[in-house]
């Protein structure tokens, strides 16, 4: 691996960035849209870029931290251009076209997109029970109302005044991940590891009595029983931002140059 770079600029890039500086193996580029180059400068201290090619010059690796947005301008020119791609975007993927064009850029660039664990665990178990087969995957997510603030959780309910946990999403997780783009890639990263986006089921929940992110993985299938529940909290600058998905976006950049991975 020789030079990393960022994709994004806010509290989930800064982690990165910070976390990776501490570490020993600093990112040297961050890759921002045309006119956010002074912002990104100043917000990660790394030399600003705007182009795929211009990032392939400065690193080989880069860390999508930039929302679904960020992978769907960015991604398979990156990919195309010789890097490989970190994303903590997973929900992006439910867009099979989006999904085709990372594939044919990984194809032409000899590269490979790499899917951040995020704000989730369990899903190295899930991924091997779908090995044997799977009957039942469901996903369950739980946040505060204001957790919900800007998604189409507000056109089904009065998040403001909610006295008890309400869900205001029960479907599929492709169904999710396209309408709750800001607040579903732990659906779609359970998709992906078990029986796809169509067949998981998902329930997205507002608890004014939760005080942490829940995320819940109910799974059933040829190797048993699994049922894993994560309570998860914020970054510190940022109430919407998962620290855990930023940790896993360090731990997945480590695990490049690691000589034992897990």
């Known amino acids: 691996m020789t030079g990393i770079g960022i994709i994004g600029h806010g509290a989930i890039a800064r ?31 790394l030399v600003p870029v705007t182009e795929a090619r211009e990032m392939a010059r400065h690193a080989r690796l880069v860390v999508d931290c930039a929302g679904h947005a960020g992978l769907s301008a960015n991604g398979a020119a990156l990919l195309g251009a010789g890097c490989d791609v970190i994303t903590l ?3 992006a993927l439910a867009n099979d076209m989006l999904k085709e064009a990372l594939k044919q850029g990984a194809e032409a660039g000899g590269t ?42 507000e056109e089904v309910l009065e998040l403001a005044s909610l006295t008890e946990a309400t869900a205001h999403f029960t479907g599929t997780a492709r169904q999710a991940a396209l309408s709750y783009p800001k607040n579903a ?7 992906l590891a078990g029986i796809g986006f169509d067949a998981t089921e998902v329930c997205l929940i507002a608890d004014p009595a939760a005080a942490q992110n829940i995320h819940r993985i109910e799974a059933q299938g040829a190797f048993g029983r699994l049922d894993f529940i994560i309570s998860g909290n914020a970054l510190p600058d940022n109430p919407k931002s998962s620290a855990l998905a930023a940790m896993s976006a360090v731990r997945a950049v480590r695990n490049q140059t690691a000589w034992m991975r897990l």
């Open 89 to 91: 975007s997973l929900g």
């Open 185 to 191: 890639n732990v659906a779609a990263a359970v998709a």
């Open 15 to 45: 982690y990165v960035a910070q976390a990776l500086a501490m570490g020993g193996t600093p990112a040297s580029a961050v890759l921002a849209r045309p006119g956010r180059e002074a912002a990104a400068q100043a917000a990660l201290g």
């Open 112 to 153: 490979t997109l790499h899917l951040a664990s995020g704000a989730i665990g369990a899903l190295d178990a899930l991924a091997a029970a779908a090995i044997g087969g799977l009957d039942h995957v469901c996903y369950t997510g739980t946040k505060p109302p204001a957790g919900w603030a800007g998604s189409p959780a």
